[in-house]
T-cell receptor, first 112, second 114 residues
Framework: LAKTTQPISMDSYEGQEVNITCSHN???????ITWYQQFPSQGPRFIIQGYKTKVTNEVASLFIPADRKSSTLSLPRVSLSDTAVYYCLVGDIGNAGNMLTFGGGTRLMVKP | NAGVTQTPKFQVLKTGQSMTLQCAQD?????MSWYRQDPGMGLRLIHYSVGAGITDQGEVPNGYNVSRSTTEDFPLRLLSAAPSQTSVYFC?????????????FGPGTRLTVL
């Protein structure tokens, strides 16, 4: 899997939009970008996956610029329950091997 | 539909003891895996299986054994517990055979080795 870089932590307030950027300068042509969310004392949970431009689901949006060297996970109007660690992963979904490397992730703290 | 279940939730062992962490899924997923997560760190793959009767090593397999006799169950055995194995253990399953397919994680087992 390609190496990714994320901020270690972020703070936000309830109701705000939060954008977490992941840098993946060495992303390959066939690589997809996947984000997981992990609440304290729980296993990670899949949030969203995309290849280019924009992907949106009921939880978040994923913005990927044309050069694909970075991506931004956008959480609209966060609440206290969005406090979690967010992991960015990049790899070829057709040939990723079997190593899911989460790295340190971004610790988001939502304050009232 | 219970998803991925793990037992026990907590366990304390003494150095040298052995035990089995249980993992079961009721989604008929072929791919199952075990990860450990040390404090403040990401997850590291221990062992994985792409179907009943098939297992393989991940990034950190030493000190652990696995077997996959059924699609539903994937137990992790600690052969002789060491303090370095103190960690939270997560089991995951996936409908696809690619690690970037959506992984469904269990609630974890928090293991302390004294």
């Amino acid at each position: 899997l390609a190496k990714t870089t994320q901020p270690i932590s972020m703070d936000s307030y309830e109701g705000q939009e939060v954008n977490i950027t992941c840098s993946h300068n060495n992303i390959a042509t066939n690589d997809y970008i996947t984000w997981y969310q992990q609440f304290p004392s729980q296993g990670p949970r899949f949030i969203i996956q995309g290849y280019k431009t924009k992907v949106t689901n009921e939880v978040a949006s994923l913005f990927i610029p044309a050069d694909r060297k970075s991506s931004t996970l956008s959480l609209p109007r966060v609440s206290l329950s969005d406090t979690a660690v967010y992991y960015c992963l990049v790899g070829d979904i057709g040939n990723a091997g079997n190593m899911l490397t989460f790295g340190g992730g971004t610790r988001l703290m939502v304050k009232p | 539909n219970a998803g991925v279940t793990q037992t026990p939730k907590f366990q304390v062992l003494k150095t040298g003891q052995s035990m089995t962490l249980q993992c079961a899924q009721d989604m008929n997923h072929e791919y199952m895996s075990w990860y450990r997560q040390d404090p403040g760190m990401g997850l590291r793959l221990i062992h994985y299986s792409v179907g009943a009767g098939i297992t393989d090593q991940g990034e950190v397999p030493n000190g652990y054994n696995v077997s996959r006799s059924t699609t539903e169950d994937f137990p992790l055995r600690l052969l002789s517990a060491a303090p370095s194995q103190t960690s939270v253990y997560f089991c995951a399953s996936s409908p696809g055979l690619n690690v970037l397919d959506t992984q469904y994680f269990g609630p974890g087992t928090r293991l302390t080795v004294l």
